[in-house]
């Protein structure tokens, strides 16, 4: 993320303490933006927290450039359906001057998962990850 590449907006120790960092600084959602959120249970603790008002990207990044903030808002709105998508990004003002209208590869399909990776056990994760580093090296040779 833009903003990460300066330095860690949302520093957090484990999930709910990363959940309150991006609220901190985003503020609290909307009820309209709640509606986004699909599981009750998060949604309800959501809405149980303490109203947090949004803190301006200036403040955080005083030197940053206006269009680099507007970006980086429009980036990192909590509603994933009023996010600038990965298509109109690239435009962008911040960026137009690296914009190319005529190279902007689509993937032809999803991507997707081939396995489940969360649930091998750690020895065979080890073994698929040297397995695929080993396929960049020189001489490698399919097995």
Not at 72 to 78: G, I, S, V
Not at 126 to 141: C, D, M, S, V, W
Request: hydrophobic content about 35%; glycine content about 4%; some cysteine.
């Amino acid at each position: 993320m833009i903003g990460s590449m300066v330095r860690h907006i949302f520093p957090g120790k484990h999930s709910l303490d990363q959940l309150n960092q991006i609220l901190g600084i985003l503020g609290s959602p909307s009820q309209d933006d709640m509606n986004c959120i699909i599981n009750l249970k998060a949604r309800n603790y959501l809405q149980s927290l303490p109203q947090k008002s949004k803190v301006p990207w200036s403040r955080l990044f005083p030197k940053a450039d206006a269009k680099a903030l507007d970006l980086l808002d429009k980036m990192l709105t909590f509603n994933p359906s009023r996010r600038i998508t990965v298509e109109k990004a690239p435009a962008h003002s911040y960026l137009e001057q690296y914009y190319d209208p005529s190279d902007q590869p689509v993937a032809e399909e999803p991507f997707t998962f081939d396995m489940e990776l969360d649930y091998l056990p750690k020895g065979k994760l080890k073994e698929l990850i040297y397995e695929e580093t080993a396929r960049f090296q020189p001489g490698y040779q399919v097995p």
